[in-house]
């Protein structure tokens, strides 16, 4: 598998012609890291590897329509409508994604775009709505790139659209690849670098073929700080060079339990990360708490619950307070009726299959 550098993404010529209107709809799912990305240096680099699930059945729907224009303008040209609507703070996130990425995609310069997107779950509420958004317009931009080019390296595109998915979002990378997605280098993952998310690339365990990623909605509000912001107060905490070798280390052992198809390893890695990325947002300065005491309830249930039965479920959380439990589909009955409350609660499921 080549690894590509920046370089390599920017197209060698202009396009022999541009078609006069274009239009093309797609779907990206949203992810769940278990590896967190938390800190990032540079043009949106990583500051450690991370590693996650795709959740398929939470999906961006974007669809996309181009008209060539006459002028060709610095800035990209755009309309984004969000559930039928302008949304001024989507819009300003394109429009930084697009001067990050006009670069590699000169092309997009050439026409007025329409974007109408939605979501089949809430936005800004700890699910990576940025992550699948990101990736369904960088899916759309390099279908286009695929039109003008028809020549163009199938491998390398697949690759770009992680390249440009992460300049919008650093977890958009990872929701434009295969299920297990590794984005940043680690040097137990070949093929893992910093610019683009790639596969994760050995077997996993049949243990871990058929599981569900069960999202709790204890909090559908807009969170106070967004992940940017945390991302921003990692550089000068104190805990970041011991963060940086728990990350490597936590996902040279993640990658040992997946192969080996030991969930209880992967279980204590996963809480183990979860925990640390909110331990990072309480230990920052500012510091922040973004669980709520409904999260603390529900961790300590499902601890119980575990510590009772031995059923491997397991949780972890994103930038929120929502959280995700993940466990074997085949224990789903018992962990229904034994968290009882489960059955009522609002929640978003996930199947995951490898
Ligand atoms: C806690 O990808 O949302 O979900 O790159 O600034 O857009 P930006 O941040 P973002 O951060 C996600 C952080 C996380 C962990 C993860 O998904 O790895």
Redesign the pocket.
């Known amino acids: 598998m080549p690894v590509y550098n920046e370089k390599d993404f920017i197209p060698k010529q202009a396009p022999g012609r541009f078609p006069a209107t274009w239009e093309f709809q797609t779907q990206a799912p949203s ?3 278990i ?4 800190g ?1 240096k540079g043009m ?1 680099l990583p500051m450690n590897a ?1 590693l ?1 699930f795709l959740l398929p059945q939470s999906l961006t729907t974007t669809k996309a329509s181009a008209r060539l224009s006459d002028k060709i303008s610095d800035k990209v040209k755009f309309t984004f409508l969000f559930d039928g609507k302008e949304n001024a703070s989507f819009s300003k996130k394109i429009a930084v994604f697009f001067e990050r990425i006009v670069h590699y995609v000169p092309y997009v310069k050439r026409y007025e775009w329409t974007f109408e997107s939605e979501n089949n779950f809430p936005h800004s509420a ?1 699910i ?1 709505s ?2 699948s958004g990101f990736a369904a317009l960088s899916k759309i931009l390099i279908r286009l790139e695929r039109t003008l080019y028809p020549e163009a390296d199938e491998i390398l595109l697949y690759h770009k659209t992680s390249f440009l998915a ?1 300049l ?5 990378s ?1 929701s434009v690849t295969g299920t297990v997605a590794v984005w940043g280098t680690h040097p137990g993952i070949p093929g893992s670098n910093d610019l683009y998310a790639i596969d994760y690339p050995f077997e996993i365990h049949r243990e871990f073929r058929r599981m569900t990623d069960l999202i709790l909605l204890l909090e559908k509000e807009k969170k106070e700080v ?3 912001t ?2 921003g107060l990692i550089d000068k905490h104190p805990f970041k060079h011991p963060r940086i070798d728990q990350a490597r280390n936590n996902l040279s052992r993640l990658s040992e339990a997946l192969q080996q198809g030991d969930w209880d390893s992967f279980g204590q890695i996963t809480e183990n990360e979860a925990l640390t ?1 909110h331990a990072m947002m309480m230990t920052s300065n500012p510091y922040f708490i973004l669980m709520q005491p409904e999260t603390l309830r529900w961790i300590s249930l499902i601890w119980d619950f575990r510590n009772k039965t031995g059923i491997p479920v397991y949780f972890t959380l ?2 929120g307070a929502n959280l995700h439990l993940i466990y074997p589909d085949v224990y789903e009955q018992k962990i229904l009726s034994g968290l009882d409350e489960l059955t009522q609660a609002e929640k978003i499921i996930n199947r995951i299959r490898l």
């Open positions: 992810n769940i890291a590896i967190k990305y938390w990032k949106q991370s996650s700890g990576a940025s992550a992460r919008g979002s650093g977890s958009a990872r967004s992940s940017t945390g991302h990325l994103d930038a």
